[in-house]
């Protein structure tokens, strides 16, 4: 029962608050995790199966799992046309026990991942340095950027570039017994880290506890 809605871009450029799209619009591709042993009877939140960081890049979309029971997340591609599919195993990242909930990549094969822990610490999650098809985070480079905790950023889902260096975060409402976070959008610059990378700055650093230019 896995699936991905396509959907047109012009249509969430109508006017309006809420926008109706009917059943031909869109199309579906379905897919299952070719080494997949986890059924629904597993329960919400017990699964290395969650997932919900995808990117399109050489016409394939590439799924990052939301592992909550490990330290890896797994890394898997799909073709982006409607149909039936097995989605297939590429790689894994070690993410030390965060999860991870966002996805973006520039034209300059940049990725960026958000992810947070059960304790509520967020960060970024930039890889860099892709050197072949197969193995993204096995050769690449990575640098773990610490976002303010949860209990600022709210439950961090989302990243998206708006241009070259900027990108936009989202976050859905955290509901706490005593604090409340609301949804929020944040923008902040990468320019620091990722023109590192453009100028083939290819050191294998660790950031812990950046200020970045949150807004």
Request: charged share 20%; proline share 4%; with cysteine.
């Amino acid at each position: 029962d896995l699936m991905i809605y396509k959907v047109p871009k012009r249509l969430f450029e109508l006017p309006g608050d809420t926008v109706w799209i009917s059943a031909e619009d869109y199309s579906i591709i379905r897919f299952v995790y070719e080494d997949q042993s986890i059924t629904a009877s597993s329960g919400s939140n017990n699964t290395p199966f969650d997932c919900e960081a995808m990117f399109f890049y050489r016409e394939q979309l590439h799924l990052i799992t939301k592992n909550w029971l490990g330290d890896f997340s797994v890394h898997y591609v799909l073709p982006a046309q409607p149909g039936s599919y097995r989605a297939q195993r590429l790689d894994s990242l070690f993410t030390g026990g965060f999860m991870v909930t966002g996805a973006d990549i520039t034209k300059d094969d940049a990725i960026l991942l958000t992810a947070y822990n059960r304790s509520g610490a967020c960060r970024i999650i930039l890889i860099f340095g892709i050197e072949s098809k197969m193995d993204f985070f096995k050769t690449a480079h990575k640098r773990f950027l610490e976002l303010p905790s949860g209990y600022f950023m709210g439950q961090l889902e989302a990243i998206c570039f708006r241009n070259e260096f900027d990108v936009m975060l989202g976050s859905e409402r955290l509901l706490l017994p005593k604090l409340v976070v609301p949804q929020n959008l944040r923008s902040v610059s990468m320019e620091r880290w990722v023109a590192a990378y453009y100028r083939r700055s290819h050191s294998n650093t660790t950031l812990r506890h950046v200020h970045t230019d949150l807004q």
